[in-house]
């Protein structure tokens, strides 16, 4: 099959390696579509580490099942044929203090999609059965995918950020796009924090219901009550913290954050948190696609064939897009 490994940091190839073959408790799926994520180029730059490379990156995998493995356990079995999403968490091991007490994405041994097992840049993958879920039929292959981490890690930090009306949102792509369409529904004020002077991707947000938009430490125009931070740059974090009231919350939403400025103790002080997001749990991934269905996202996608996975990801690196990108291996390239 066709794949694209990351070799080494700083190095990734399109390669043609063997098709996996399922064993217990896998699925072997045809991947269909694959959305590109920051973790990935956190992946390639060496930022976030990689236990045994090359691996096949990738973990918004839009996928259709084409046989289990042997000797399944009990429990029920998707029919060859069935459309399923896979997200970033691909293994926990059910037996540590954190997968018996609910927060299954805290699992010490937990293996992820992408990372430690091949992800979607390619024409085929195994997956855990228990970590793969039926998709809301009324979205396309291309459209779904981004609901996978940028929907789901967006929707797990809007969780943790309380109920707060007036919400901020740093670093406006992939994930934020979708969690400001998710937070109008819910009668939310979206304030949208870009780059300096990006008014391209102001004007975007704006256009998905944002209230204001401005530069990332720009002062909003009211106080917020709780914000969440997408962007890996850990300056923003105390601009955060001065722009949320007393009692707020920020949220950082990434697996990799720059350093963090040091900061007077008087922008944490009024019962502020400073918290981060780890992972998914399964129980994210039913209610977030259960909302899905229910309530329309649009999501705003860049295509692009497998072979240029690379530039989609270099596309991404630099803000040249709007929304999300995704890998269409639907279509032969």
């Not at 190839?13 to 699925?27: F, T, Y």
């Not at 109920?163 to 979708?178: K, N, P, V």
């Not at 129980?283 to 240029?308: K, N």
Request: proline content about 6%; hydrophobic content about 40%; aromatic content about 8%.
């Amino acid at each position: 099959m066709r794949a694209i490994q990351i070799v080494s940091p700083g190095r990734i190839e399109q390669v043609e390696i063997p098709a996996p073959l399922p064993s217990r408790d896998q699925l072997l799926v045809a991947v269909r579509a694959c959305g590109v994520c920051r973790t990935d180029l956190h992946l390639l730059d060496g930022e976030v580490s990689i236990p045994h490379p090359p691996v096949v990156p990738g973990h918004q995998i839009v996928a259709t099942i084409v046989a289990a493995g042997p000797e399944q356990s009990g429990g029920e079995t998707l029919a060859p044929g069935t459309r399923v999403g896979i997200p970033w968490l691909g293994w926990t091991c059910g037996k540590c203090r954190y997968c018996l007490t609910g927060r299954e994405n805290l699992c010490d041994f937990a293996r992820f999609t992408g990372r430690d097992i091949d992800g979607g840049f390619a024409e085929f993958a195994v997956v855990d059965r228990r970590f793969c879920f039926p998709l809301p039929e009324s979205y396309s292959d291309l459209d779904v995918a981004p609901l996978l981490c940028a929907g789901l890690i967006g929707y797990r930090a809007l969780r943790l950020a309380g109920d707060g009306e007036r919400l901020g949102l740093y670093g406006f792509g992939s994930s934020a796009h979708i969690v400001t369409q998710v937070a109008r529904a819910q009668g939310r004020s979206v304030f949208a924090f870009t780059r300096e002077g990006d008014t391209r991707t102001q004007e975007f947000a704006r256009g998905l219901g944002a209230e204001w938009a401005g530069g990332s430490l720009e002062k909003p125009p009211v106080e917020l009550d709780c914000a969440i931070i997408f962007a890996a740059v850990g300056e923003l974090i105390p601009a955060a913290l001065s722009a949320v009231c007393k009692g707020g919350v920020v949220v950082c939403a990434g697996i990799h954050m720059s350093a963090i400025p040091s900061f007077s103790y008087d922008l944490l002080w009024g019962e502020r948190v400073v918290r981060s997001v780890a992972n998914l749990t399964r129980r994210d991934a039913e209610e977030f696609l259960e909302l899905a269905a229910q309530q329309p996202i649009h999501t705003h996608v860049s295509r692009y064939e497998l072979a240029a996975a690379p530039q989609a990801l270099e596309d991404l690196r630099h803000g040249r897009f709007e929304g999300a990108a995704v890998i269409d291996l639907a279509v032969s390239s």
